[in-house]
């Protein structure tokens, strides 16, 4: 049955277009997988670009589906909680889960695209092309038009799916045709990649955390590496007095360094060399809408709804989409003119739900996790879901830890606030009644 199938175009082996690619071997489908950069199995990263990801439970079913997580978690380290790091005092550490033991994981993207390529092209009927940027591709006929270091380069599919990130060419080609509507809002933050290598052998901080540096205006993040290093991300506005843009010489680098994080300059000796050279990265997010042209060209993961880092739930999200349209095609008999729109349908108003999630996220990180009156809360928070389990569930375990639809958390949460807000006014009142009757007595006395 394998050969009677029409060829599907993946454009972009990234994390979502590897997984496509193995989930679409597995139903049968000869896939060809457009590439724009060379084989990253044989080049170097790029520098200030490694990125490390937090894979979550929704990342992990995907990869369970084709046996991947296994690898896949061999080679990541578990996050069981924050270590929010004060300017001053002792780092504290805030658990994700009441139980404690629930871990988010830390994977290079780069590592995870690898074992993801591998086990594409490893499959029967995937064949990958790397150095080919899509340029063209006519919706109507599934002509597309590649810049190869060769020259030009034409191919033709039954169906094109878009999974080529947040700028997609493919999302491109679809608004040149008018046939798509999108907006982009960018942060007007940016991020630089910084390193803490290990420390005589070893982590120079606690490896089964996530370290957090909140800010207030900035934020600075650190995830561990098998190589006993951290990789830490600094979030900062791109302009301004206080900005990337506002330290120009190394002295001012070390200063800003030693006043706003000072337990990172003894840790991080190239610190000033990597701020000089790594590369400020944009933020943003990406809504269009439709997702999909006449059942033949589709868009999924970051090039259909890029969302900003904060709830580490890009490529998680990019991992159940792929998911849900291997769902949809089941459910349609591989009728794409189909499982298409269906594939929208079902997780526009999700993306939208972690897209927003995601924003929130950010206050919460780079201001809020700091603040006595949220450490409590969170404290609060654990009781009541180990005093009602299943019942009372927060939103950190809801996104993370389960694969319940964003958009249903959205609603799941929002109901428990609800009842919670009945529950203390209903209290509240008991007391103040209580108040009340003790007072009167008092008065009669
Ligand atoms: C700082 C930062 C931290 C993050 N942290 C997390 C996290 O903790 N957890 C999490 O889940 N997510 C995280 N993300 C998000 C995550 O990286 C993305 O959501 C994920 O990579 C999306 O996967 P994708 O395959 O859709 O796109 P991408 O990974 O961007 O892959 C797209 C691929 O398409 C290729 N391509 C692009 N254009 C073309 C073209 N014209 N022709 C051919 N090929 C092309 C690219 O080279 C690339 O290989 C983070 C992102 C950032 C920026």
């Known amino acids: 049955m394998t ?11 990234g994390l979502a277009g590897c997984l496509l690619a193995c989930f679409l071997a597995r139903r049968g489908y000869p896939v060809a997988l457009y590439e724009r950069r060379p084989d990253p199995r044989t080049g170097t990263v790029e520098r200030g670009r490694s990125i490390n990801l937090a894979l979550s439970e929704r990342g992990l079913d995907a990869l369970r589906r084709i046996g991947l997580d296994g690898q896949v978690l061999a080679d990541a380290l578990p996050m069981r909680g924050r270590m929010v790091h004060p300017v001053s005092g002792e780092p504290q550490f805030q658990s994700y889960s009441a ?14 695209n690898n074992a993801l390529l591998d086990a594409a092209t490893a499959l029967p009927g995937v064949r990958v092309a790397f150095d080919h940027r899509l340029v063209g591709l006519d919706p109507a006929t599934g002509e597309m038009t590649f810049e190869t270091p060769q020259g030009k380069v034409a191919a033709t599919a039954s169906v094109v799916l878009g999974a080529d990130g947040a700028g997609s060419a493919v999302r491109g080609q679809l608004l040149a045709y008018g046939l798509l509507t999108e907006s982009l809002d960018f942060l007007d933050y940016g991020y630089k990649e910084l390193t803490i290598p290990p420390l005589g052998g070893d982590f120079a901080l606690d490896p089964d955390a996530l370290h957090i540096w909140p800010r207030g205006t900035s934020m600075m993040i650190a995830l561990p590496n098998p190589d006993r290093s951290f990789t830490c991300t600094l979030f900062w506005p791109t302009h301004g007095t206080a900005s990337f843009a506002s330290l120009g010489s190394p002295a001012a680098i070390e200063r800003h360094f030693a006043e706003h994080y000072p337990d990172l300059p003894p840790l991080a000796p190239n610190l000033v060399d990597d701020y000089q050279h790594n590369p400020v990265g944009v933020l943003g997010t990406v809504r269009c809408t439709p997702w999909q042209a006449d059942g033949r060209v589709g868009l999924l993961g970051d090039a259909a709804h890029a969302i900003v880092p904060f709830y580490g739930q890009g490529a998680n999200c990019a991992f159940e989409d792929v998911v849900e349209l291997d769902r949809c095609l089941d459910e349609c008999a591989d009728d794409w003119s189909a499982a298409l729109p269906l594939f929208q349908q079902r997780r526009q108003a999700n993306a939208e739900a972690i897209a927003r999630m995601a924003l929130a996220n950010f ?10 009156l949220f450490q409590a809360g969170r404290k609060v928070e654990h009781a009541l879901e180990r005093a009602l389990p299943g019942r009372y569930v927060s939103r950190y375990e809801l996104v993370s830890f389960s694969t319940t639809p964003y958009a249903e958390v959205v609603r799941r949460v929002r109901r428990q606030h609800r ?3 009945a529950v203390a006014a209903g209290a509240a009142a008991l007391l103040a009644g209580a108040v009340g009757v003790a007072i009167n007595r008092g008065r009669r006395r």
């Open 3 to 13: 050969e009677e199938r029409d060829e599907i175009a993946v454009v972009g082996a």
């Open 99 to 112: 139980s404690g033991d629930r871990a988010i994981n830390s994977i290079s993207r780069g590592a995870l």
């Open 363 to 372: 206050v919460e990180m780079r201001d809020k996790v700091a603040s006595p």
């Open 419 to 421: 009842v919670l807000g």
